[in-house]
């Protein structure tokens, strides 16, 4: 490539093509709070001319999950057609193109956009198989040096991963503004990948979901075995392949395999194994396409009572039969031992040696063609494909060298890269970095792009500070300490809060921030409800009552202590996993962050402090009425229904997010920016003062009651929602106070633990607690 | 005794609250565009004007402090000219007539603008801090929800769903043949939005609404109920102006006369079935009048629901035919404070267009009223 030439950003974007990847796009620039063109051809037929980029927009505030993170955002989306409004592009600084997968089509509308474009303005299309250099072909000097190729996935707004493929011409600095605003704005995690057919992801994946489908076929194996052995064992998914496949649409895979068939060459063994099963063509012949279509290899089947059971696709006679539940792989094996999974013996392991050999083998077989490290496979695999471990992560699990004696044995193909590793292993851990295998037979670190703070590196170079069962506490660096909850799911219980009572003097001493941040799958999804139901059903209330005022108490300590706390909410972020951040100074939110007050779902209301903080916010807002009571109303709104926000953007219009609060849209780059937030907050700190509140007393609560009660009669309200309900209007409109008096936050707590207790000991609350534990769904008692 | 002549009356278009044309106007600014509209097409002399009487039912925020002062200064009317706010909820601006046509009996006025306004999208229907007195809530329906007193009614009398759809539905195909007719376009005072956009008709009327259509809808307030949102009367954004004077001075000054004040009435009733108040109400204002209902050449009868209005309209003993003939609040729409105005200037204005003698305007009011306005054609 030659030499970076520029510095610019990008301010606007033209997104041409609004089908589903195009218009998807569009919606994610949108997100990243960046105008953006998008435009599609004339319609067929209709005086619109621009009906088909407006169809596409109407069509995504119906889609979910949504494509768009707000409805403000909606409104950034400026829609046109290619006939009247290509000129516009010369306003925009990167153009992406997202049209149908034809090269002469696309070719043509690149000669357009030559003619239109400013000279700088990055064009890249987001082809999946075309390549680059076909694609440029004819165009002047110019354009090739603007012109990249960026692989977005399907949604774009929820899979993080991109793939830019940069030609021998294309420009650095093009190419790095780009990368720099689909990771930082769009939030997107690039791997890069050279000018092969099928770039990364989808010739790894489609291979595997081909293997996997061959195998079953093959080996008598139902659709529940594969997916049980190819699932969670796997790390895939817990959908398992045919679940998958059925979520993406059954139709697409001849169009994937017919990509590539078409463009790999002919020695590749993907074209080896590429075949069509007679039954899946049936089955999109007769509008069987999966779940979006009348099934797929699973169906839900409506019973005459209204009942509903699964069903699964026989693959011999092609009828649906009941689902199964196999339960036949066990111990380690189910657990991410692949090892001990491909040597279970009998159809297990069989299913999974068939599935796992090929398709770690040709995943090693495509470093460097497809990209030039094994971590860009790995990366692709993980982000793209939702893979809990990468290719070469698997192997390492395995062991190469076992990999490979057993590839020999099965007479399948061992690529260089794998012989070259012998006994060795992909990845190393030296002196607290993260190294990989390059195929120069060297190790390598695996470098983060700056502004990259991952806990996941930080743990390998040292120990935690502080650590027990729930939560540990660790030193990011520059002064800055990080709370991690490490129980399962991240629930959060009396060890997490005592961790957080011995960190407030810890870090007043020796640091200078401190930042409530994990790297699980979720942030939290609250309190350990397990715990509390024990607790409850053998009627230790002075325990129930202790871990309220316990959480509260330290919540408090943490609000108030004497550094700045900010907390990086990300993903799952529900009851007192919302009430932390309600009580940090600041949030730093990742833009995927699904943050509510959800207790009344299981019959309490928030313990620790969520009432008063959601109160607090909503009468701090300048632009909400004034009064004792519209904050309070709100706050019942949000927490009777136990509303959780879609999108850090929709957290803000909730009030669990302030408007000075900020928000990160690359995860990877969360930890870093809480941090920076952190630090700039350190001069002149001085903890928040104690809010006071004035409420509306017994006149408000009667307003509510009056408000529930409606909702009881339009059958929206359940019988024991209206007694959580009157709970939590009590606690909201302060009790027993008058307008004219101050209620104080102590008072506020006070009045959350004793509604929360009287509803604890409610045996409809006990039964809610129990049926979410069984079935992870609120009981609508 | 003076009597009291109705010679002039004008509305804003009627748009549905929060999604309407009217949404992103202050109700304050659509009231004085539609009292600047009645001058100009009475050409009632300004100064003359006593008072601005303006019906609201949730007087507050942007139709708060005294609303009715503050549009006549809006409207650059004479600083002599007063301004009063007038709350009876849905029957406000009713009494803003009743108000002024009382002020001219006493001598203590002679010209008066009676109007009302309600911005829906802008004051929630509870106001912003509703905060009901916890010991009346409990002995008394005095807070329940207008949609539950709907059911109640619906039970009470049993009516059924289809008979309240049926109403819906003639209610939306009259609105629809007014429209066909430009019937509303004398009524109606534009309103130019910021951007130059004119809205000058009504963006309430669903025509070409079927049975079929209504069937579909899920029940709002009950369900094990009857009534829905299309048997219901919208959150309406609107304002309206009568022009209330003593036959004396619209003689003097040449203002055409549309009707005489005959008689009014308010009569409460049980708040759980508010919407049968306009049956005491009106058969104390035909006794006074010494009219009975069959008198009557048109009945404006506000239709806050299908089922209170089937059941006044029963209860009373009306010919359906002469009710609401340009259509009702289902189909026009219920701007809560702005209401009781429209439906006695609609029914001078009938009265001047289909012939006849008399005519009753009549509504129910939550918490338990009713109100009635009889007219006599001039």
């Given at each position: 490539m030659p030499e970076n030439t520029q510095t610019k950003s990008i301010k606007k974007v033209c997104v041409i093509g609004a089908g589903t990847m195009g218009a998807g796009i569009a919606a994610q620039v949108a997100n990243a709070g960046i105008p953006v063109l998008l435009l599609d051809i004339l319609p067929k037929d209709g005086d619109n001319r621009n009906a088909v980029a407006e169809g596409a927009v109407a069509k995504m505030l119906k889609t979910e999950p949504a494509p768009f993170m707000s409805k403000r955002a909606a409104k950034l989306v400026e829609t046109g057609n290619i006939e009247d409004h290509l000129g516009k592009v010369a306003e925009c600084d990167w153009v992406v193109e997202a049209i149908i997968e034809r090269l002469d089509i696309k070719q043509s509308l690149y000669e357009k956009l030559e003619a239109v474009r400013t000279p700088g303005t990055a064009v890249s299309s987001n082809t999946?198989?075309?390549?680059?250099?076909?694609?440029?072909?004819?165009?002047?000097?110019?354009?090739?040096?603007?012109?990249?190729?960026?692989?977005?996935?399907?949604?774009?707004?929820?899979?993080?991963?991109?793939?830019?493929?940069?030609?021998?011409?294309?420009?650095?600095?093009?190419?790095?503004?780009?990368?720099?605003?689909?990771?930082?704005?769009?939030?997107?995690?690039?791997?890069?990948?050279?000018?092969?057919?099928?770039?990364?992801?989808?010739?790894?994946?489609?291979?595997?979901?081909?293997?996997?489908v061959n195998s079953a076929f093959d080996l008598g194996v139902t659709v529940e075995e594969a997916d049980e052995i190819g699932g969670r064992p796997m790390g895939v998914p817990k959908t398992g392949l045919f679940g998958l496949i059925d979520l993406i649409g059954i139709d697409l895979m001849p169009h994937l395999m017919k990509s590539l068939t078409s463009t790999l060459p002919a020695d590749d063994w993907y074209q080896k194994i590429a075949r069509s099963e007679k039954l899946i063509e049936d089955m999109i012949a007769t509008g069987y396409t999966g779940r979006k279509g009348k099934g797929g290899f699973y169906t839900m089947e409506k019973?005459?009572?209204?009942?509903?059971?699964?069903?699964?696709?026989?693959?011999?006679?092609?009828?649906?039969?009941?689902?199964?539940?196999?339960?036949?792989?066990?111990?380690?094996?189910?657990?991410?031992?692949?090892?001990?999974?491909?040597?279970?013996?009998?159809?297990?392991?069989?299913?999974?040696?068939?599935?796992?050999?090929?398709?770690?083998?040709?995943?090693?077989?495509?470093?460097?063609?497809?990209?030039?490290?094994?971590?860009?496979?790995?990366?692709?695999?993980?982000?793209?494909?939702?893979?809990?471990?990468?290719?070469?992560?698997?192997?390492?699990?395995?062991?190469?060298?076992?990999?490979?004696?057993?590839?020999?044995?099965?007479?399948?193909?061992?690529?260089?890269?794998?012989?070259?590793?012998?006994?060795?292993?992909?990845?190393?851990?030296?002196?607290?970095?993260?190294?990989?295998?390059g195929t120069d037979g060297e190790y390598h670190d695996v470098v983060r792009p700056e502004g990259v703070l991952l806990l996941e590196d930080i743990k390998l170079a040292s120990e935690p500070l502080l650590k027990n069962g729930s939560a540990a506490l660790w030193d990011v660096g520059d002064g800055?300490?990080?709370?991690?909850?490490?129980?399962?799911?991240?629930?959060?219980?009396?060890?997490?809060?005592?961790?957080?009572?011995?960190?407030?003097?810890?870090?007043?001493?020796?640091?200078?921030?401190?930042?409530?941040?994990?790297?699980?799958?979720?942030?939290?999804?609250?309190?350990?409800?397990?715990?509390?139901?024990?607790?409850?059903?053998?009627?230790?209330?002075?325990?129930?009552?202790?871990?309220?005022?316990?959480?509260?108490?330290?919540?408090?300590?943490?609000?108030?202590?004497?550094?700045?706390?900010?907390?990086?909410?990300?993903?799952?972020?529900?009851?007192?996993?919302?009430?932390?951040?309600?009580?940090?100074?600041?949030?730093?939110?990742?833009?995927?962050?699904?943050?509510?007050?959800?207790?009344?779902?299981?019959?309490?209301?928030?313990?620790?402090?969520?009432?008063?903080?959601?109160?607090?916010?909503?009468?701090?807002?300048?632009?909400?009425?004034?009064?004792?009571?519209?904050?309070?109303?709100?706050?019942?709104?949000?927490?009777?229904?136990?509303?959780?926000?879609?999108?850090?953007?929709?957290?803000?219009?909730?009030?669990?997010?302030?408007?000075?609060?900020?928000?990160?849209?690359?995860?990877?780059?969360?930890?870093?920016?809480?941090?920076?937030?952190?630090?700039?907050?350190?001069?002149?700190?001085?903890?928040?003062?104690?809010?006071?509140?004035?409420?509306?007393?017994?006149?408000?609560?009667?307003?509510?009651?009056?408000?529930?009660?409606?909702?009881?009669?339009?059958?929206?309200?359940?019988?024991?929602?209206?007694?959580?309900?009157?709970?939590?209007?009590?606690?909201?409109?302060?009790?027993?106070t008058d307008p004219m008096e101050t209620v104080t936050e102590d008072r506020m707590l006070k009045l959350e633990q004793e509604a929360f207790m009287k509803l604890a000991r409610h045996p409809h609350t006990v039964a809610r607690i129990e049926h979410m534990l069984e079935t992870g769904k609120p009981l609508r008692n | 005794m003076t009597d009291v002549v109705i010679a002039g009356y004008v509305r804003s278009p009627f748009t549905l609250a929060y999604k309407g044309a009217l949404a992103k106007t202050r109700p304050d600014d659509l009231a004085a565009n539609t009292i600047r509209g009645l001058i100009e097409k009475t050409g009632v002399k300004a100064e003359d004007i006593e008072d601005i009487v303006m019906g609201c039912a949730f007087p507050e925020g942007e139709q708060g402090f005294n609303i009715g002062r503050l549009v006549a200064l809006l409207a650059d009317l004479p600083l002599s000219v007063g301004g009063i706010t007038m709350n009876r909820f849905c029957g406000s601006s009713m009494s803003s007539i009743h108000?002024?046509?009382?002020?001219?009996?006493?001598?203590?006025?002679?010209?008066?603008?009676?109007?009302?306004?309600?911005?829906?999208?802008?004051?929630?229907?509870?106001?912003?801090?509703?905060?009901?007195?916890?010991?009346?809530?409990?002995?008394?329906?005095?807070?329940?929800?207008?949609?539950?007193?709907?059911?109640?009614?619906?039970?009470?009398?049993?009516?059924?769903?289809?008979?309240?759809?049926?109403?819906?539905?003639?209610?939306?195909?009259?609105?629809?043949?007014?429209?066909?007719?430009?019937?509303?376009?004398?009524?109606?005072?534009?309103?130019?939005?910021?951007?130059?956009?004119?809205?000058?008709?009504?963006?309430?009327?669903?025509?070409?609404?079927?049975?079929?259509?209504?069937?579909?809808?899920?029940?709002?307030?009950?369900?094990?109920?009857?009534?829905?949102?299309?048997?219901?009367?919208?959150?309406?954004?609107?304002?309206?102006?009568?022009?209330?004077?003593?036959?004396?001075?619209?003689?003097?000054?040449?203002?055409?006369?549309?009707?005489?004040?005959?008689s009014m009435a308010i009569s409460g009733c049980a708040p759980e079935i508010m919407g049968i108040g306009p049956v005491g109400a009106s058969q104390k204002a035909l006794e006074r009048a010494g009219l009975t209902i069959d008198d009557m050449d048109v009945i404006e009868l506000n239709e806050a629901f299908s089922s209170q209005s089937i059941a006044t309209i029963r209860d009373l003993g009306a010919d359906e035919s002469k009710i609401n003939l340009d259509g009702g609040a289902i189909a026009i729409g219920h701007p809560l404070g702005a209401t009781g105005a429209r439906i006695v200037g609609k029914a001078a204005a009938l009265l001047q267009r289909e012939g006849g003698k008399y005519s009753l305007s009549t509504q129910c009011i939550g918490g338990g009223q009713g109100i009635a306005t009889i007219l006599e054609k001039a």
């Open positions: 999946s198989t075309i390549p680059l250099a076909q694609l440029t072909d004819g165009r002047s000097d110019a354009f090739k040096r603007d012109f990249l190729i960026t692989h977005f996935f399907n949604p774009p707004r929820y899979m993080r991963l991109i793939e830019i493929v940069a030609g021998p011409q294309s420009d650095a600095g093009t190419v790095g503004m780009v990368r720099d605003f689909v990771d930082r704005q769009l939030g997107k995690s690039v791997v890069d990948a050279e000018d092969s057919p099928g770039f990364i992801a989808n010739r790894v994946g489609t291979f595997w979901i081909q293997q996997a019973g005459a009572d209204g009942s509903r059971t699964k069903m699964a696709k026989d693959l011999k006679s092609g009828e649906y039969r009941p689902a199964a539940r196999p339960g036949i792989v066990h111990g380690s094996a189910a657990r991410g031992d692949l090892g001990k999974l491909i040597e279970t013996k009998g159809k297990v392991g069989a299913y999974a040696w068939a599935v796992l050999g090929p398709t770690l083998s040709y995943a090693a077989s495509i470093v460097p063609e497809a990209t030039k490290t094994v971590v860009g496979v790995d990366d692709a695999m993980k982000l793209g494909y939702n893979w809990k471990m990468g290719p070469f992560e698997m192997i390492d699990v395995i062991g190469a060298a076992k990999l490979v004696e057993k590839l020999k044995a099965s007479e399948y193909p061992v690529p260089p890269l794998l012989e070259q590793v012998g006994d060795k292993s992909f990845y190393r851990i030296e002196n607290g970095k993260r190294q990989y295998f800055v300490v990080a709370l991690e909850f490490t129980g399962k799911m991240n629930a959060l219980d009396e060890q997490v809060m005592k961790l957080i009572q011995q960190a407030i003097p810890l870090v007043k001493s020796d640091y200078k921030a401190l930042v409530v941040y994990n790297e699980g799958s979720n942030f939290s999804a609250g309190a350990n409800l397990g715990l509390a139901l024990f607790a409850l059903n053998i009627a230790a209330w002075s325990e129930v009552e202790k871990s309220v005022a316990g959480g509260q108490a330290a919540y408090k300590a943490l609000k108030y202590a004497p550094f700045p706390v900010v907390a990086a909410p990300f993903g799952l972020a529900l009851g007192g996993g919302c009430e932390v951040c309600l009580n940090s100074d600041a949030i730093q939110a990742h833009a995927e962050t699904y943050i509510g007050l959800v207790e009344t779902g299981v019959g309490i209301i928030p313990g620790w402090g969520g009432c008063s903080e959601l109160i607090d916010r909503w009468q701090k807002n300048p632009r909400h009425p004034k009064g004792p009571m519209p904050a309070v109303s709100k706050a019942f709104e949000i927490i009777s229904t136990a509303t959780v926000a879609k999108s850090a953007a929709e957290a803000k219009e909730h009030g669990f997010l302030r408007h000075t609060d900020q928000v990160t849209m690359n995860r990877d780059r969360l930890l870093y920016d809480a941090k920076q937030r952190a630090l700039a907050m350190v001069d002149g700190y001085t903890p928040p003062e104690k809010p006071e509140f004035r409420l509306p007393g017994p006149a408000g609560a009667a307003a509510l009651k009056l408000a529930v009660e409606s909702f009881r009669s339009r059958g929206i309200a359940t019988p024991h929602d209206e007694v959580v309900a009157e709970q939590l209007a009590y606690v909201l409109t302060g009790g027993n | 108000y002024a046509a009382g002020q001219i009996a006493m001598g203590a006025g002679e010209v008066f603008i009676a109007a009302g306004v309600e911005g829906m999208s802008r004051v929630p229907m509870t106001g912003f801090n509703p905060m009901p007195n916890p010991e009346l809530a409990k002995k008394s329906a005095a807070y329940l929800g207008m949609g539950d007193t709907a059911e109640n009614v619906a039970k009470k009398y049993g009516i059924s769903r289809e008979e309240q759809e049926a109403f819906a539905v003639k209610s939306q195909e009259k609105a629809a043949a007014a429209i066909a007719k430009n019937a509303f376009a004398d009524e109606i005072v534009p309103y130019t939005l910021p951007d130059g956009t004119v809205v000058d008709s009504d963006g309430t009327p669903r025509p070409g609404t079927t049975a079929e259509d209504l069937a579909g809808l899920k029940l709002a307030f009950d369900q094990n109920g009857t009534v829905t949102a299309g048997t219901s009367s919208p959150l309406t954004d609107g304002a309206v102006a009568v022009l209330v004077c003593s036959a004396d001075y619209a003689a003097k000054n040449g203002l055409t006369v549309m009707a005489k004040i005959k």
